[in-house]
């Protein structure tokens, strides 16, 4: 027969144990571990992170002045599995509330003993702020995902150009993705291309050249950038679409065109240029089924409209019954959701990969952008919960 302490002292014991543990660290040759404060402010809130995974950051790799590539672990010892092409939702508290914000996976998938995300500061964004100005080793993240969807998949079989071309931190899930093309599909060849202002804010920038240095006949990196210093040897311009499609074909780097095969598009980057770049191909004859978009939000959304400032009720299935939820000024359904107890499908909580897809009865919406519906899906009236703002009273349905 076992025994148990009471609540009343078995928790003070533990956290005695914990206490004394830290205390004696140094002694035992081990650097003190990381703290916080007993409010608890530095932690989300448990409501919110019920869901989320805990990741203990291993490394953490300075890549620019507002840039790095933070790795993880999960402390249980447990592989994290991911897709290429996918990404980690993290969690972080600001001022009492839980904002999530979506980092693109930059590691090697088929290494699943630990994984990387690359975080840059953006601007006016206060949560990546807080984020990477409280990273250090050992400490705990909580995530969400992997999740989302960007790519034709793997097939060894397969012999195609895949072409990538991002801006910013879509160099992210792009070298992920051109590490496990080139490792997966030996008949294929991979032409990446990225954007950014100047030489310095080409995120991955030496992850990207090591991997064009061990494959020169199968993969050709291509850099544009807008200020460049004297003897610059990459592209000099603005990002504009038409000038990212022809650079595929103009520009002679580290191997030679795509030999002839069967090109693929993956593009990722500001709502903006994605829209111009998919343009930009329809107008050279790529079918959409070739092409493969992600739409990042760097900054908030100049084009938000405003949100009702008053509390509207929506009415969600769960569990095989209906239910109310009081969606509070600024929330959206699925966090409104959440905080009432009601379980609805999700995976990201950021737009990304369509977890939380439910079809609208009746009522209006409003989507904060960038996210993963295209306009007819939208027209049709699919909702995804987890950025999804009623403007007045809803009524949703599982798909």
Known sequence: MGFSLPATLSIPLRTLRRDLHAATAGLRGRPLPPCSTRSGEAWPDPVAVRDARPLRVDEIDVLDGDACRVWLVDPSGAPIRFTAGQFLTVLVSVGGRVEARAFGLCSDPAAGERVAIAVRRRPGDSAVDAL???????????????????????????????????????????????????????????????????????????????LAA???????????????????????????????????DGFRGSAGAGGGLPRVWYLCGSTGLVDGLEAGLAARGVAPADISAWRLLVSPDPQA?????????????????????????????????????IALPSSCTVGGCGACRQRRVRGRVVHRRPHCLTAEEEAAGV?????????????????
Do not use: K, M, N, Y
């Open 214 to 248: 061990a494959h020169p006949d199968r993969f050709r990196l291509v850099f544009l950038v807008e200020e460049a210093p004297a003897g610059w040897e990459g592209l000099v311009g603005p990002p504009g679409a038409d000038g990212l499609i022809d650079a595929v």
């Open 383 to 399: 909702v995804l919960t987890c950025v999804a703002h009623p403007l007045g009273p809803v009524e949703l349905e599982p798909l």
């Open 132 to 210: 990477i100005d409280g990273l250090r080793v050992g400490r705990r993240l909580h995530v969400r995902g992997p999740a989302g969807r960007h790519g034709f998949g793997l097939d060894p079989d397969r012999r195609a150009h895949h072409v990538l071309i991002a801006e910013g931190e879509g160099a992210a899930p792009h070298l992920a993705l051109a590490i496990a093309l080139l490792g997966t599909e030996p008949r294929s060849r991979c032409t990446v291309i990225l954007a950014d202002r100047r030489p310095s804010r080409l995120l991955l920038r030496r992850s990207l050249e090591d």
């Open 305 to 341: 409209p405003p949100l009702p400032s008053g509390t509207q009720r929506v009415r969600v299935r769960a569990g095989g019954t209906s239910r109310t939820v009081l969606v509070p000024p600024g929330a959206t359904i699925l966090e409104a959701a959440r905080a009432s107890g």
